[in-house]
Structures are given as C-alpha cells and as structure tokens.
C-alpha cells in the first residue's frame, strides 16, 4: 500500500466497489451518529476489511482538516494512466469517442469537480498534461465523488502532440474553448468523434494547445462576468455535447 488517504463518504464507498483490494484499512468517526456512515462501515466490515475507531479531532489531523464526513480509507488512490492508454480505451468503443481534454488545470476542487462532471456526462477519458497540471490526490478524489476511481484519467507528456495524435489516427475533432472565438458552444456540432478542450482560468489554454483545435468555441455571456469558473464551464460544455450526442426522443 502507498499510504495514500481515500477521504469521505462518496469516495470511499466508490473505492469499495471498484477496488476494495487497494483499501488496507478505514478509520472512522465513532461518535458520529450517521446512517450512511454506518451503512458503509457494514459494507467495509462484508469486505473482509478492518474499521478502526477514531474521533474528529484526529481524522482533521489526519486530513489537514479536510472535510472527511467522518471516514478515511488506507490504501492506493487512483492511477493516472500514460498515453499509451489511449489506443487500448479507444479501441473498445463501439460508438464515437467522448474526451475531455484539461490544458493547465491546476486546482484541485476543479480537477475534481471537471472529472465528475465528465463522468455524468459519459466521457471516456479525461487527458491532462502531466506537467504544470493537476494529479489525482485526496482532494481531488474527495470532490470527484467517486469520479476519480471510475473515470480514465489519462497524463501525457506533450499535449499537442496527443491531440495531433487523435486527429491523425483516430479522427478525433478538437474543439478548444476560448472567450475571444467567433462561434457559440451551441452553433458547434458536438455529435461525432470529440474531443472538448479547456484551458485553466485566466491564462487559458496555452498557445499550441489553440493552435491544434480544429475549432474555437465560446459560452455565451450575457451578464457583466467575462467567464465562468472552468469547472462550470466545463459541465455546462460537456452536457451540451451529451444533449448534441443523444439519440432523438432521448434527448437531455
């Protein structure tokens, strides 16, 4: 085990059913009187898995006071997986690939929040660069809700490159978000093979990233804000493209 911490409920209980093996041991809050947490430590207790009574004060310490809901996991967290992936997840699907792509996102309750989104959304992987990007820690995985375990979270070396790659040999359209582009979200067609580029708040995505979309897209502002905070942005992008993607009479 790499003594990595799974923190609260949804996380853990994600982390149980995709992978009780990585999960050492939990520590719970004894004085907590809460019917989800009991019904999780049953859970934890069926798996063959040891549940060590603890207090609040000690799992804020443990968590560097961290909303934890009064349960942490002993174990591995999530891998992240290297390009290579690509090819093997793509190769699996039997209808048009789904990709969100995170150029430079670096908070963690955003990561966090972008891989939930994109897992209720019915993407098929997330693609980060592997430098000057966010990875998958305990906050991140906390704020996922279990997206973190379930999602491909996939970390290449040269973003660029990959998503070169994906237009050349997979026929993958990018569609990059930028606030100066001339088209709306809601005039591009999302239906086919795609992959939806954000850029980190502010900076937005970095100039080779732009330069190898095949279109810019913008949200519609019609407030006094120029933006959205990326994580935002990011479900209102990737719903858009599952409303687009969904078969008529299903339509969200």
Sequence with gaps: MSGQLIIGLHAVRTALKHGAQRIDRLQFDAARRDRRLRQLLDEARAAGLQAVPSDKA?????????????????????????????????????????????????????????????DGAGVHAVIAPRDRAGGLTPVVCKVASG???????????????????????????????????????????LTGPLALVMGAEGEGMRRLTRETCDQLVRLPMAGHV????????????????LRQRSPPGRRV
């Design 226 to 241: 120029e933006s959205l905070n990326v994580s935002v942005a990011t479900g209102i992008c990737l719903y858009e493209a």
């Design 58 to 118: 000690a799992l804020d310490r443990l968590t560097g006071g961290a909303n934890h809901q009064g349960i942490v996991a002993h174990g591995e967290m999530p891998a992240s997986l290297g390009e290579a992936a690509l090819d093997d997840i793509l190769g699996r699907l039997e209808v048009p690939p789904f990709l969100l792509v995170l150029d430079g996102i670096t908070d963690p309750h955003n990561l966090g929040a972008c891989l939930r989104s994109a």
């Design 147 to 189: 997206a973190a375990e379930t999602m491909p979270f996939v970390q290449v070396t040269n973003l660029a490159r990959t998503l070169r790659y994906l237009q050349e040999t997979h026929r993958i359209f990018v569609v990059g978000t930028a606030g100066e582009a001339g088209s709306e979200l809601f005039q591009a067609d």
